[in-house]
């Protein structure tokens, strides 16, 4: 086994820190408190190449490998987690599905914009009655010969008005079930596709996620993922990889917590000393520390298995659910370490423990997680 990261690897770290210190940082706190999404950053993200980081270079990705995106997106979660949960999305859920099942037109005209940053993706799943029970889809596709005729609502999309490319899952053969589900390439500004409303959320509040409506929206049918009924297939294959993503922005988060505790209990006085120097202290940074790098296994074993064509259903549920439990533990004990000053805006640290919550909800709550594993494990 060899845990070194590689010269490139190494860079890509360091190429996200400086961009999420430089660009991420400023005015961070300020989105949050006003919900404001973060335009320019993602902007720029998709100028550095981290908007398609495993897309081939033949469709305008960066062509790196999980690990290196794993390393970008801890680094930038560290920082700001609204920042990266939009790039795990326009990553692992648009962009990663469109080039491993897209036909080549749908490349050539969805996945180039999105690969490149210019454009922005979202994944449309969700719905107000259907969220870890993904098979009862209520949205429909019904079939109309040379198009899709979308029907229904899809609820908590991330990017939801940001992103001009949507991926609608949607049901059109009820008789057949999860198999009649179809995977429809949805843009912004067809005939009955209408944003709604903005969630005022707990955390990652510069993201924006929203409700949306489609009413009779006309879909061409060459707009169509895979064969008739992967829908469904082709969700789960997404949300997989998808989880790998959101591991490594709850590992990101963890850490950031963590170094900034680690600092604060450097240099606060308490009776006479640092508080680093009181046992309490140090011992919750010494578990924090343990935990945090027993998660980092677990997501950059996600990466490599995913890297080297092995089957990732099982580390990446296995990932997500450790980094998503630790990410949880150390931003709460990173409040507790610094007193009262954890309690207000200007620490970060109230910030990052409101954002770590979601990463045991998207993508698969901590409970399925668990299902995932255990069936895994009873095969
Ligand atoms: C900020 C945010 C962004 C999101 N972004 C997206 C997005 O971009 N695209 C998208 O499609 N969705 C998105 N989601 C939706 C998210 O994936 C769902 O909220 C999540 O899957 C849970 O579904 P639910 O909310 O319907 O909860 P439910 O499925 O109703 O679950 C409620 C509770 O019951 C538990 N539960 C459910 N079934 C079982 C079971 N069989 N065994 C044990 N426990 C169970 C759950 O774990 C949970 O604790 C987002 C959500 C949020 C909050």
Request: proline share 2%; hydrophobic share 40%.
């Amino acid at each position: 086994m060899d845990f070194k990261l590689t010269e490139e690897q190494q860079m890509i770290k360091q190429a996200a820190r400086d961009f999420a210190q430089t660009d991420c940082l400023p005015g961070v706190i300020e989105r949050d408190d006003q919900q404001k999404f973060p335009q320019d950053q993602i902007k720029k993200m998709g100028e550095l190449g981290f908007m398609g980081m495993m897309v081939s270079p033949e469709y305008g990705g960066s062509g790196m490998d999980t690990l290196s995106y794993v390393l970008a997106m801890e680094e930038i979660s560290k920082i700001d987690a609204s920042c990266s949960v939009a790039m795990s999305v326009n990553n692992s859920l648009v962009c990663w599905g469109l080039e491993k099942f897209g036909t080549e037109e749908q490349k050539q005209k969805y996945l180039k914009p999105l690969a490149s940053g210019e454009k922005i993706g979202a994944f449309c799943l969700s719905e107000p009655e259907a969220g870890s029970d993904a098979t009862s889809q209520r949205t429909t596709a019904e079939d109309k010969g040379d198009y899709y005729l979308l029907n229904g609502t899809k609820n908590w999309i991330t990017n939801g008005n940001s992103a001009s490319i949507y991926l609608v899952i949607a049901q059109t053969d009820p008789e057949k079930g999860h198999r009649g589900i179809n995977a429809l390439i949805v843009e912004k500004g067809m005939d009955g596709f209408v944003v709604g409303k903005k969630e005022d959320k707990l955390g990652i509040r510069g993201s924006d996620t929203h409700s949306l409506m489609f009413t009779d929206v006309k879909v061409p049918k060459e707009n169509r993922i895979g064969e008739d009924g992967f829908g469904f297939k082709f969700a789960m294959k997404t949300l997989s990889g998808g989880r790998i993503g959101i591991a490594a922005q709850a590992l990101g988060i963890a850490a950031g917590a963590y170094e900034l505790a680690l600092k604060y209990a450097q240099e606060r006085k308490a009776f006479g000393k640092e508080i680093m120097r009181h046992q309490a202290i140090a011992f919750k940074l010494a578990d924090m520390h343990t935990e945090i790098e027993a998660a980092r296994m677990l997501v950059y074993r996600a990466a490599l298995d995913k890297d080297n064509g092995e089957s990732f259903d099982l580390s990446s549920a296995m990932a997500k659910l450790k980094a998503s439990q630790v990410a949880m533990d150390v931003t709460v004990e990173a409040v507790q370490i610094h007193g009262g000053y954890g309690y207000v805006k200007e620490y970060h640290v109230e910030r990052l423990m409101r954002d770590a919550k979601i990463t045991q909800i998207y993508e698969g709550t901590s409970e399925i997680q668990k299902i995932v594993i255990s069936r895994a494990i009873a095969d």
